[in-house]
């Protein structure tokens, strides 16, 4: 009963993060290795109807088919595979993350205290070791899906080290370092909360709004030339203060049909956000009302060209700024690419 009732909550458990899902079957795996089949047996039946009683049921009963969602979320990291969608990223990543979700010097001895943890806690270390391991072979990987699982890992870091403390004769014949270890703690992390307090991340999106901020009265839609990049569609709309259209260039489409050059993508980002085909887009007299006052230009690559082809449509397109990244921004795309911050250029149209 109780592996049941256990089986049940990490059921309960997927249904939050479907990444979870790893540490379900983490946990079985662990009883195979440690106590049998019929325990993991029950370990997954509880597991069972929890996902029947939470996703099956609501899943059926919102979209007419039972794991509707989840089975989604299975062949969008399928589909990752096969289009090469998400590329895999630096060893580092989630590693570098655990290391120093804890402040040094303490997150590097809390990590030391994890890897000792996995003789007596085993039933905790392998399934969060196999979730890290699955979570670099899958290739959607964010940041968040490390949240998951800090409880667990804390867990097995205090454990891990207050037992390396109680065994190690060579620090319990040391008491200084632990002073030593505090004081470090403070001299170096005191300057980076100084660091951090003051800066901010995705400032390039952040900055471009905010000086358009200034110019909304003016502003009744927006152009966002964003091939390649992604970066555009994290813009923060609402430090306009109103309402605008946004028509967002995505991805250069080679041997586009000229019919598809007035037309705007069939699912549009929201009400006033539309992903359209080619910046000849705006060439359609009926749609004078929807030319841009500002464009904003995604990175730096092959600018002259890019800019030529606006300024056909644009013939008085005039340089306004440039948005950097910040160093924070430099560094979270350090420990994962997937954060490409870019340089956003604004031009005004008129």
């Keep these: 009963a109780d592996d049941i009732f256990t089986g049940f909550l990490l059921g309960m458990s997927v249904s939050f993060c479907y990444n979870l899902m790893i540490i379900l079957i983490g946990c079985a795996i662990c009883y195979i290795l440690k106590s049998g089949l019929m325990r993991a047996v029950m370990i997954l039946f509880g597991a069972a109807i929890s996902l029947f009683a939470f996703e099956g049921l609501v899943d059926t009963i919102a979209f007419g088919s039972p794991f509707y969602v989840l089975g989604e979320y299975i062949t969008d ?91 190690s004769r060579f620090i319990s014949t040391r008491p200084w370092l632990r002073k030593w270890t505090v004081a470090l703690f403070f001299v170096v992390n005191t300057p980076m909360l100084v660091l951090t307090s003051m800066s901010y991340m995705r400032r390039p999106q952040v900055e471009t709004m905010l000086w358009l901020s200034h110019h909304k009265s003016d502003i009744v839609s927006i152009f966002v030339e964003d091939r390649g990049t992604s970066c555009g569609k994290s813009l923060p709309l609402f430090y306009l203060g109103k309402d605008v259209e946004v028509y967002r260039l995505r991805k250069t489409y080679p041997d586009l049909d000229p019919s598809l050059y007035f037309s705007s993508e069939s699912a549009d980002i929201s009400l006033h956000e539309h992903n359209i085909y080619s910046e000849k887009y705006f060439l359609n007299p009926a749609f004078a009302d929807r030319r841009p006052q500002y464009v904003i230009i995604c990175g730096d690559y092959d600018m002259p060209g890019r800019l030529a082809s606006l300024r056909e449509i644009f013939p008085q397109l005039t340089y306004e700024t440039t948005c950097s990244p910040s160093l924070s921004d430099r560094v979270m795309e350090f420990f994962n690419p997937s954060n490409n911050n870019v340089n956003l250029h604004i031009y005004r149209t008129e």
Excluded: D
């Design 77 to 167: 990291i399928f589909n990752g595979y096969q289009n090469q969608e998400w590329e895999l990223r630096s060893i580092y990543m989630y590693i570098s993350i655990l290391a120093m979700v804890i402040p040094f010097p303490w997150g590097l001895l809390g990590l030391y205290g994890y890897v000792r943890s996995w003789r007596h806690c085993f039933l905790l270390f392998f399934p969060v070791t196999f979730y890290v391991i699955v979570s670099y072979i899958l290739p959607n990987k964010e940041e968040k899906f490390m949240v998951s699982i800090l409880p667990l890992f804390f867990m097995l870091c205090v454990s891990g080290w207050f037992r390396f403390e109680r065994e």
